[in-house]
């Protein structure tokens, strides 16, 4: 009788073509013989564990890191903008979007951090924004109607989470993808 054994990478699928007795050995895994090769329909999830026996060493230094800073940006005003409102581009200027627009939605690109009737505004693209006279509680916030921040979403038009309550006056910018009612 021919014994087949399987050692450390050897293929896990092996095929005997020649009718008669065929003894297979591996440790690592259960095994199935049959006459003529199957299309397998169940694959068993590798349940062995590892014992670690002792910690390694701490490893090198990696690189500096960035200097802390959430990524903020300057764009031209399209309209008056209110500040810490949500701010879609168009053309490469900032606007308010309007909850009942779905290419609004898509256009969202941050948070203006004041408000510009003329010139530039600077709008923060993620991390984090604090503002003295918000009153947030923990959870999700939202883009409402002309941008403004809520906790209550909407009940027409897209939506569009944009960030959650870290504190009653931190929010972590975090766009999520919009949502289309239909």
């Not at 003529?36 to 230094?61: L, N, Y």
């Not at 989470?161 to 931190?170: I, S």
Request: charged share 20%; with cysteine.
């Amino acid at each position: 009788m021919p014994v087949i054994r399987a050692s450390e990478g050897a293929a896990r699928v092996i095929v005997v073509e020649r009718r008669g007795a065929v003894a297979i050995r591996d440790p690592r895994t259960p095994i199935v013989a049959t006459a003529r090769p199957i299309q397998v329909e169940a694959i068993q999830a590798d349940t062995r564990t590892v014992e670690v026996a002792a910690r390694g060493g701490q490893g090198p230094a990696g690189p500096a890191g960035r200097d802390g800073t959430s990524p903020e940006a300057t764009y031209p005003v399209g309209q008056p903008i209110h500040g810490h409102r949500v701010v879609r581009l168009d053309k490469g200027k900032a606007y308010h979007p309007d909850t009942a627009v779905l290419e609004h939605a898509q256009a969202c690109i941050g948070i203006a951090l004041q408000s510009a009737t003329t010139g530039e505004v600077a709008v923060r693209l993620a991390g984090t924004i604090e503002e003295a006279s918000w009153s947030w509680h923990d959870g999700a916030v939202w883009c409402g109607v002309d941008g403004a921040l809520t906790q209550a979403p909407g009940t027409a038009g897209w939506l569009l989470c944009v960030g959650r309550a870290l504190n009653a006056t931190t929010l972590m910018i975090d766009f999520d993808s919009p949502i289309a009612r239909i």
